[in-house]
């Protein structure tokens, strides 16, 4: 069952892991930015000084790797948008166009870049915004088309520039509606995956827990046995049992119906829990059977526990509410001894129990 919901959980999306996702692939789309630009320089088509040009490259790996480390440092988790999507895109508009401007034959592969991260984006932003950027990147490519037109009238198409903007406004806007779509489906992902979670945490719940009281149940009071032996083994930290069992519980059913016999049942849980210390583990192991595991306690704690949980039991009284005046208890204690199996221990706690019934009910008895 354990595997089983943990199998499930992976199949939830994770923030963190996406979020690594995202700013892996920014930071790769500007790597692609980074070696056209460079193959562009050793043919002589960028035109820009070496001086200026190492300064953008490095500016712009500079806060390429700042981004990306705040991302995966998680500390962008708290932000309605934990991945900075339009401001990354805003800012990659503003280095693909500065770059556009110095290639004027290649003008078109380096701005086109911009659409794998308008691809990127898609994931977080929302389709009125994706629109916003691509008229914004429009504006952009037309601003630095015409610084260039202005400097370099002479070398350029003015007609050919033009048709390249126009299509290139054309594919943003489509890309960015289509962006639109994807968006909705993944807050649609999201919206599921949060309901998964919460199903995934009602699942984990039932199985452990006891339906009539709310307690541990058996499989779980088991897993803490065995994790205690663990402890037990391994660093010597003790661990003792109290196996409680009400008692004439038969005559509750009987004379009061069993309606009573679940009240006093769920009664008795709320007590126990109520007066337990943290750290104490206390489930249902069925019917009138309760087990009660104390870690960090030898023999001679543990019995202490049981005798102040049996005096405390013994002073509610049910009489006035028209069932039974009190319900009193039996209690088998059992400390871990080494390498004995949690069977064992068990088993011996169950030998005290048995103990206490035929000496008359009522006590703790070690076994
Ligand atoms: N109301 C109710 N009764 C239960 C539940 N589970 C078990 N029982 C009843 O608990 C009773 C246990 O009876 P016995 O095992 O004879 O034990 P007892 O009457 O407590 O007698 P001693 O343990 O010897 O003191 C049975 O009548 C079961 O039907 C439950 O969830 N609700």
Not at 124 to 132: D, E, F
Not at 161 to 181: D, Y
Not at 228 to 237: C, I, S
Request: with cysteine; hydrophobic share 45%.
């Amino acid at each position: 069952m354990n595997s089983e919901l943990r199998q499930a959980e992976s199949l939830t999306f994770n923030e963190t892991r996406l979020l690594r996702r995202h700013g892996r692939s920014a930071v790769a789309i500007m790597g692609m930015h980074t070696l056209l630009c460079l193959v562009y320089y050793r043919m002589g088509a960028f035109q820009i000084s070496p001086q200026w040009g190492s300064l953008l490259l490095g500016g712009l790996w500079v806060s390429m790797l700042s981004y990306f480390l705040l991302l995966i440092s998680g500390a962008t988790l708290r932000l309605r948008d934990p991945s900075l999507s339009l401001p990354l895109i805003i800012y990659c508009v503003v280095v693909f166009m500065t770059s556009g401007y110095y290639v004027d034959e290649f003008r078109l592969s380096v701005v086109t870049l911009f659409f794998a991260v308008l691809l990127l984006v898609s994931f977080q932003l929302s389709g009125k915004v994706m629109v916003g950027v691509a008229m914004f990147s429009s504006a952009a490519y037309a601003a630095m088309l015409w610084l260039a037109l202005d400097d370099r009238w002479v070398q350029l198409s003015f007609s050919v520039e033009v048709l390249q903007w126009l299509v290139f406004t054309m594919i943003s806007i489509s890309f960015a509606i289509t962006g639109g779509s994807i968006h909705r489906l993944r807050r649609n992902l999201a919206d599921k995956n949060r309901e998964l979670a919460k199903g995934l945490e009602q699942v984990r719940e039932m199985a452990i827990r006891d339906d009539l009281t709310g307690l541990f149940n058996r499989r779980h009071l088991l897993e803490v046995l065995n994790r205690q032996k663990a402890l037990a083994d391994r660093k010597k930290v003790p661990f003792s049992v109290c196996y409680v069992d009400l008692d004439h519980f038969k005559q509750i059913n009987d004379h009061y119906g069993h309606e009573w016999g679940d009240r006093v049942l769920r009664r008795f849980s709320q007590v126990v829990i109520a007066d337990m210390r943290d750290g104490d583990y206390f489930g249902r192991l069925g019917g009138e059977e309760f087990l009660l595991i104390l870690p960090q306690s030898n023999e001679e704690g543990a019995l202490l526990v049981a005798e102040r949980l049996r005096k405390r039991w013994s002073q509610e009284q049910f009489g006035q509410e028209g069932g039974p005046s009190s319900v009193s208890l039996s209690v088998g204690v059992a400390a871990y001894h080494d390498n004995e199996s949690v069977d064992d221990v068990l088993n011996r706690a169950d030998q005290g129990l048995y103990r206490a019934k035929s000496s008359g009910r009522n006590q703790s008895q070690v076994a």
